[in-house]
């Protein structure tokens, strides 16, 4: 939180502390114009983080001027932390929102050959983890297969993104010998009907629950992933409820990512359906915040990272993963799928990684999203505020 003035101060005359690199890394890129309109509305402190800078900046030439010094200051690293393979975008559920268009006649996927050669590429990247996901993974069990017998034998640690309909015994145990880390599925909120119509099928949020309780026992990190729309923001309550006694270990709220489905979906913000309201976000957050509290030690609750807080960490840290999809194409993040940096059928991975993904954040697209996006980003405003105490 932002330490207040003393109740003494004057804040339209107080003096701006001078930037401390050693107290706060974000002072050293913040520059002095940005201080100074900052002068009067907030106390900088050593708390500050770059949310806390962009919910201050709210004149058009302070928040230029901060994203230009984020440009003039690039971040580059060797290797990518993580690589998320959708290796395929077939699948048996047709979510509302998806943001890679996946369902059962999306047949883009890799073929085993180009698989094989991917995982390869993978290892001698050196990158920190893999993320398995689609579409629904386990629908192409030879893939998987290949792909935990690779990247597990290369001992880097795997996470496995899957909707639990196909999720078993079986499975869990190849998980176990392949050295899988976290298990994730998704649950649109607390109420059978609205995740199942969500979802395309009746029954599925019991099925989901299901595969979350088999994947706690069998002793996995559970993650479940929900993204806020009107129609589930008011079962969060039992959603939350739901998760913990099903073994959750980490609860991610987010907001819709807009490429995909979630385009229309946001499109249809003004009916039942479609993306919550700023109000209702808000609201939703307090809430989040109230339960990450409570439930500390025992389940996390976190704000998963939309694309405006992506672009800024993105900015301020630099390039860390890659996102595959089944048709080839490299995109950098998930919230950022709309960007493609290139094929795999075309291209090494190592050097889509080197000449255009680790250096993406000086491409000035960014820029253009950011002037897209903010409007959608600066109305939720206590999410701004809050976001650091709940960011994964």
């Not at 003393?6 to 974000?26: C, G, N, Q």
């Not at 088999?214 to 992933?225: D, E, L, N």
Request: glycine residues 8%; contains cysteine; hydrophobic residues 40%.
């Amino acid at each position: 939180m932002l330490k207040q003035q003393p109740a003494e101060s004057d804040p339209a005359t107080a003096t701006m502390p001078d930037p401390d690199p050693e107290k706060d890394p974000l002072s050293a890129i913040i520059p002095a114009p940005v201080f100074a309109a900052l002068k009067g509305s907030r106390t900088l402190t050593d708390e500050m983080n770059f949310v806390d800078v962009q919910f201050a900046l709210r004149s058009v030439h302070a928040r230029e001027e901060w994203f230009r010094s984020i440009m003039a200051k690039p971040r580059r690293h060797p290797v990518p932390h993580a690589v998320q393979i959708e290796f395929t975008q077939r699948c048996n559920l047709t979510c509302d929102f998806c943001y890679n268009d996946s369902g059962p006649k999306n047949r883009d996927e890799l073929d085993l050959d180009t698989l094989e050669r991917l995982c390869a590429e993978i290892v001698a990247l050196g990158t920190g983890e893999v993320i398995i996901s689609g579409g629904e993974p386990l629908m192409k069990p030879r893939h998987m297969d290949l792909l935990l017998s690779r990247i597990g034998d290369a001992g880097i640690p795997i996470h496995v993104l899957t909707n639990g309909l196909l999720l078993n015994r079986e499975w869990l145990e190849k998980f176990h010998r392949a050295g899988v880390v976290t298990v994730q599925v998704s649950l649109d909120g607390g109420d059978a009907a609205i995740h199942d119509r969500i979802r395309g099928r009746k029954g599925a949020w019991a099925t989901t629950l299901e595969a979350l309780a088999m994947a706690h026992a069998a002793g996995f990190h559970t993650f479940v992933s929900t993204v806020l729309t009107r129609d589930n923001v008011h079962t969060l309550p039992d959603l939350v409820e739901a998760a913990y006694l099903c073994g959750c270990d980490n609860l991610n709220i987010g907001d819709l990512i807009t490429w995909g489905r979630g385009d229309a979906f946001m499109e249809n913000s003004l009916q039942a359906g479609g993306a919550c309201t700023n109000e209702q976000f808000d609201e939703a957050t307090e809430y989040l915040i109230r339960q990450a509290e409570m439930l500390e030690g025992r389940m996390a609750v976190r704000l998963a990272v939309n694309m405006y807080f992506f672009i800024c960490q993105l900015k301020l840290k630099g390039q860390e993963s890659i996102l595959i999809r089944g048709d080839g194409s490299v995109r950098p993040h998930c919230t950022l799928s709309g960007i493609v940096a290139g094929n795999i059928h075309e291209t090494p991975l190592q050097r889509i990684w080197e000449e255009r993904l680790s250096r993406i954040h000086e491409d000035p697209l960014l820029d253009d999203i950011l002037a897209a996006h903010v409007p959608i980003a600066t109305g939720r405003l206590r999410q701004l505020r809050c976001y650091r105490r709940l960011a994964s």
